[in-house]
């Protein structure tokens, strides 16, 4: 049995059921939308080159600094104000220095700081060391000037005796120095090399973002410029700036560009006031005649410039394309929750109900209920039919429900075996047997307090206390189209044989088929053909009629089943 349902599953096709409406409104809001997303599809897949399959850059760089500079009588060159690489891809220019010469290891007088300023050998404690001092106490007080006491301490001596950046900055003119850079790439998918320095490069050129943007030879005031910094204000206590290199390539053949662009921003905080700028330490040392070492202190500040190199190439590929389109068209679809959003909200809005769009709302979304806690309704005495979807708490007849419109097509309008002139010559034949005329159940004081046609029988059953009216009036078992429709032995018959054309109508069970079809004939005819005729309850009168008219042999009844 798994087997077969596995074979059925393989062989079952499933597709989404659309609903067209012919409206103005909604086709220009679909048309709309849809040119809206086409135009970003198509823009994104030109501008952004969603065609293309795309690599990662591998990079290296160098740089070479020029530019020679004079303080007072000393000329600085490259190999003074440039200093080994502090990070990958960057260069250091010095801008600002302090310098204290001639220091050797010796005992002197600290730095007045807070720390070190004494009154008396009791301030100061042999072998202490402070994170701010220049060397290891001695536990002497003595004289660092006329007026100020500091400990002693053993260190470099003289220590150093400014804290504060020289301004204007020693080394301004620096901001005329100029920089090589060197940037060598590589694509490893596609096997591609190239470097940032031009075919036809010119070594007297000077980067401008206009004139010459190939260019890899930059001024540093001018990187600073385009950073938006002022060069003479970060030379006194330095900085760090970032030269940005973006490598955006397409190696398409009909389209093929692949040359760097180039950015410039400063990277530190320039608003922090504990530690601003960028500098640091370092010394030079030498031997006297004696042998003793000397040393002179440099405290430089300057401007890091850290080479960022970032960057992809692409190449058109099919499967890339077929992807991005395949993905696209899911947008597509904004369109349809657009328009049914419009459709849901609208229709629901107390103030914004019409006719036409609750017709719209009905046709394009359909209520599911659940068949366990509905029953239908029909009255001979109401053109419609009636939805219960409560548990009943009395009879079924005094129980309200909604009103809902029955299917058009009715058993009457449809079947073949109603009229005399569509009978079938083979199958029908005259009635041999006269119809079984049950017994009369005349109105009675005894009749239940539900019925009002005066032929329904006593039950206990909430869901079987049914009626055929609403109101006093006629028995519908006592029309003629009931007679013809429902109980008419040979309509009954043809229907079944219609279904099952060899079935034996001589066997001992025949009334218990006649009498379900009698059942579904009565659904038919008084609801019509819906998908829960299951759920349509059978009026007490009618449903004893046709147990009557085909009774089962035993006697003894199922009845109707609400679960």
């Known amino acids: 049995m798994a087997a077969c349902d596995f074979l059925k599953f393989l062989h079952r096709y499933d597709s989404s059921k659309v609903i067209h409406f012919h409206s103005l409104k909604y086709g220009c809001m679909k048309w709309i939308f ?89 301030s100061c404690k042999k072998g202490s060391v402070d994170h701010q001092s220049n060397g290891i106490q001695t536990g002497r007080c003595v004289n660092y000037n006329a007026t100020v006491k500091t400990c002693e301490v053993v260190a470099w001596c003289p220590v150093e005796s400014k804290k504060t950046a020289p301004v204007p900055a020693v080394l301004k003119s620096s901001e005329d120095f100029t920089v090589l850079i060197k940037n060598n790439i590589h694509f490893p998918k596609f096997n591609y090399t190239t470097q940032n320095i031009p075919s036809n490069f010119n070594s007297s050129c000077t980067f401008n973002k206009i004139t010459s943007p190939l260019c890899p030879v930059f001024r540093l005031g001018d990187i600073l410029q385009a950073a938006n910094e002022n060069f003479s204000e970060v030379a006194v206590e330095g900085g760090i700036i970032g030269i940005e290199i973006n490598w ?17 921003r400063r990277l530190d905080d320039k608003t922090t ?9 370092f010394a030079k040392y030498y031997k006297l005649h004696n042998g003793e070492e000397q040393r002179t202190l440099l405290k430089v500040y300057g401007i890091r410039f850290d080479v960022l190199v970032f960057g992809t190439a692409g190449k058109f590929d099919v499967i890339e394309l077929v992807t991005y389109i395949g993905s696209m068209i899911s947008y597509f679809g904004l369109a349809v929750v657009v328009i049914d959003l419009y459709i849901s909200l609208y229709s629901c809005c107390s103030c914004c109900k019409s006719p036409v769009k609750e017709y719209h709302f009905r046709k394009k979304y359909e209520t599911v ?23 009943l708490k009395t009879s079924l007849q005094h129980t309200t ?13 449809a079947n073949c075996c109603t009229s005399n002139s569509d009978r079938d010559p083979v199958t029908e034949e005259p009635e041999m047997y006269p119809l079984q005329r049950p017994r009369q159940r005349a109105s009675s004081p005894d009749r239940p307090a539900w019925c009002c046609c005066g032929k329904c029988q ?27 429709l429902v109980l008419s032995r040979n309509n009954l018959k043809n229907i079944l044989l219609y279904k099952e054309p060899f079935l034996d109508l001589n066997s001992k069970n025949v009334n218990d088929r006649l009498r379900h079809c009698a059942f579904k004939q009565y659904v038919r005819w008084r609801f019509g053909s819906f998908d829960l005729e299951n759920r349509a309850v059978i009026p007490s009168c009618c449903r004893w009629q046709i147990r009557d008219t085909y009774p089962k042999a035993d006697g003894k009844y199922t009845g109707f089943k609400t679960t």
């Not at 366990?372 to 053109?383: C, F, I, K, M, T």
């Open 34 to 122: 849809h040119i809206f997303v086409g135009a970003y599809v198509g823009y994104t897949l030109i501008v952004d080159r969603r065609y293309q399959e795309k690599d990662n850059i591998i990079s290296s760089v160098h740089t070479k600094v020029k530019g020679v500079a004079q303080t007072g009588e000393r000329i600085w060159d490259t190999a003074e104000y440039t200093i080994p690489m502090q990070a990958i891809d960057s260069f250091f220019v010095i801008t600002n220095i302090i310098m204290t010469e001639n220091q050797l290891q010796r005992r002197c007088p600290e730095y007045p700081v807070a720390k070190a300023i004494c009154f008396s050998d009791k």
């Open 248 to 264: 955006d390539c397409s190696l398409d053949k009909w389209f093929y560009y692949c040359s760097p662009k180039y950015g410039f």
């Open 273 to 281: 006031s504990k530690y601003p700028g960028f500098n640091f330490r």
């Open 369 to 391: 209920l659940n068949p366990r806690q509905v029953l239908y309704v029909s009255y001979v005495d109401e053109p419609h039919v009636t939805l219960i979807k409560k548990r």
């Open 401 to 413: 429900g909604d009103v809902v419109e029955s299917h058009p097509e009715k058993a009457s309008d």
């Open 458 to 484: 006593l039950t206990e059953k909430y869901h079987e206390q049914l009626c055929c009216r609403r109101k006093e009036g006629k028995c519908i078992t006592t029309s003629p189209l009931f007679e013809r």
